[in-house]
């Protein structure tokens, strides 16, 4: 017998978030300042989803949602300030991976949807070949950006090698959402692998 699916608020948009990997978000429409209150105070998370070309990065209340990708990841908040301009910054850390059954529109104007978590499989090891990538990580971890951020780049696991460099790397979006849908660690990191050696040639 499958397990009831999870209700979590949804914050579509055009970028993907990787389980392990962090994000700055600047919060400045209502219903995400309330879901952000909400998550805090509940310490309880939200889901980042990508949503393709074509579709708006934040929606109007009343309209459908659009172009929603399948597969998304829980956001955890871990750290949060008000920016010089008032705004509010968050930071979140990627969790569990999801896949959405059903998506509405609550009458807040934030999108909900009925979600299913993804069965991880075991990590693996480092594969000898990745050493390159070990060291690109490592390079990428020295940058301010990353270490304001406070993304570990210390790993000596096949995924969590994939999804740091996923992260920080500036890939196309929908390869990067190619990546994040990959259930194997291992394929996960040899694809990155083979699509960073074809940007190199």
Do not use: C
């Not at 009458?107 to 050493?131: F, I, K, N, T």
């Not at 406070?150 to 994939?162: I, P, R």
């Not at 929908?174 to 040639?201: C, F, K, M």
């Amino acid at each position: 017998m499958s397990a009831p699916a999870t209700e979590l608020a949804l914050f579509p948009l055009r970028t993907v978030l990787f389980p392990g990997g962090r994000m700055g978000l600047r919060i400045f429409e209502r219903r995400y300042l309330d879901m952000v209150r909400d998550t805090l105070r509940e310490q309880a998370s939200f889901g980042i989803v990508w949503m393709p070309e074509g579709g708006k990065e934040v929606m109007s209340p009343g309209e459908r949602p659009a172009s929603l990708a399948l597969i998304g990841t829980e956001a955890r908040i871990a750290d949060w300030n008000q920016q010089p301009d008032g705004l509010l910054g968050i930071v979140v850390e990627g969790g569990r991976r999801f896949k959405i059954n059903h998506a509405r529109q609550a009458d807040s104007g934030l999108y909900m949807g009925d979600v299913d978590w993804l069965a991880e499989p075991s990590d693996q090891p480092l594969p000898p070949r990745s050493e390159e990538l070990h060291d690109l990580l490592r390079q990428l971890g020295e940058h301010p950006h990353v270490q304001r951020l406070g993304m570990t780049v210390d790993v000596e696991e096949a995924g969590a090698l994939a999804n740091r460099l996923a992260q920080l790397l500036p890939l196309p979006e929908e390869q990067a959402y190619q990546l994040l849908s990959i259930d194997e660690p291992l394929q996960r990191l040899n694809t990155l692998h083979n699509v960073l050696d074809g940007l190199a040639s």
